[in-house]
């Protein structure tokens, strides 16, 4: 009877090793993640051949730029680049739906945060 809850335990144990390497997740390169991101906000904003073109190419660059090993500050103002050079590209009625993507951003982060922060109150 022993052996057999030991085995099965045992079972279980190789099933969740087994199940926990799936879960490996992919990194992108920044080309995928600048393609991604310029779908997106093709399909958001309704760019033009010309837009999409000039947005690819920003966030590109912009994609490689997080990529490199330097610091914070200089991660935060390639993203403020980013978002000036693609405001740019905009019209008036495209720049207020990217600026209410950017705050629906903000805010899905925030929630992120402060769920992360919170602690944890297990029930009894």
Known sequence: MKRII???????????????????KVKKSPEQKAEHMTKT??????????QTKQVSAIL???????ETKEGRVAKMRALKD??????AVLTDDQKK??????ENKKEKMKSRRKAATEPVIMPN
């Open 6 to 24: 030991l085995m099965l335990i045992m079972a279980l144990g190789f099933a969740g090793l087994a199940s926990a390497q799936d879960t490996v």
């Open 41 to 50: 906000l093709h399909k958001k904003l309704k760019l033009t051949a010309e």
């Open 60 to 66: 590109t660059e912009r994609a490689t730029k997080m």
């Open 82 to 87: 980013a978002d000036d050079k693609i405001e």
């Open 97 to 102: 739906v990217y600026a209410e993507i950017k």
